[in-house]
T-cell receptor
């Protein structure tokens, strides 16, 4: 199955700033998925990213707040914009190459 | 809409005792079901998928379409099984995202 490298692993950011999270997959995948895992909670889907088209966002998530890029079949970024303390969470990317969905190691974001 | 329900937030068992983590789903089609495990400070890992019918680390899970369940079982729990377990569903494997249950924390007591 695909191996995903995600960075940064953690960051502490000032409110009002933005953070871009990167995910690199070791093989080509059609779809990549971005999730948020708030403290003590399960994973919530933010958006689905297909190469060459705009990402599809879930209810409650908007492109202006969470812009996503998918420039090729092995890479994607998620930006958390104009951050507030409520954005403090773990953000994960995921992809499926046929043998099951694999996940990045996560980015633990703290907004102060 | 697709939904995954894990009714137990926390399950504590003694070492050597049988374990069953419950998972029910709602989806009118033919989903693909998964169990993921997250050990402390580690990334989410695939444990089982129903189409492979494997046994991993002694865990098994059978898809029961009549009861729309995919319970995870192990006959003899070990301390290293202590972790967070998530049941997840995909309605078109690979091209659609996983829908996760809320997770069950398994604590195996020595």
């Amino acid at each position: 199955s695909a191996v995903i490298s995600q960075k940064p692993s953690r960051d502490i950011c000032q409110r009002g700033t933005s953070l871009t999270i990167q995910c690199q997959v070791d093989s080509q995948v059609t779809m990549m998925f971005w999730y948020r895992q708030q403290p003590g909670q399960s994973l919530t889907l933010i958006a689905t990213a297909n190469q060459g088209s705009e990402a599809t966002y879930e209810s409650g998530f908007v492109i202006d707040k969470f812009p996503i890029s998918r420039p090729n079949l092995t890479f994607s970024t998620l930006t958390v914009s104009n951050m507030s303390p409520e954005d403090s969470s773990i953000y994960l990317c995921s992809a499926n190459q046929g043998a099951g969905y694999t996940f990045g190691s996560g980015t633990r974001l703290t907004v102060v | 809409a697709q939904r995954v329900t894990q009714p137990e937030k926390l399950l504590s068992v003694f070492k050597g005792a049988p374990v069953e983590l419950k998972c029910n789903y709602s989806y009118s089609g033919s989903p693909e079901l998964f169990w993921y495990v997250q050990y402390s400070r580690q990334r989410l890992q695939l444990l089982l998928r129903h189409i492979s019918r494997e046994s991993i680390k002694g865990f098994t899970a059978d898809l029961n379409k009549g009861e729309t369940s995919f319970h995870l079982k192990k006959p003899f729990a070990q301390e290293e099984d202590s972790a967070m377990y998530y049941c997840a569903l995909s309605w078109h494997s690979g091209n659609t995202p996983l829908v996760f249950g809320k997770g069950t924390r398994l604590s195996v007591i020595a």
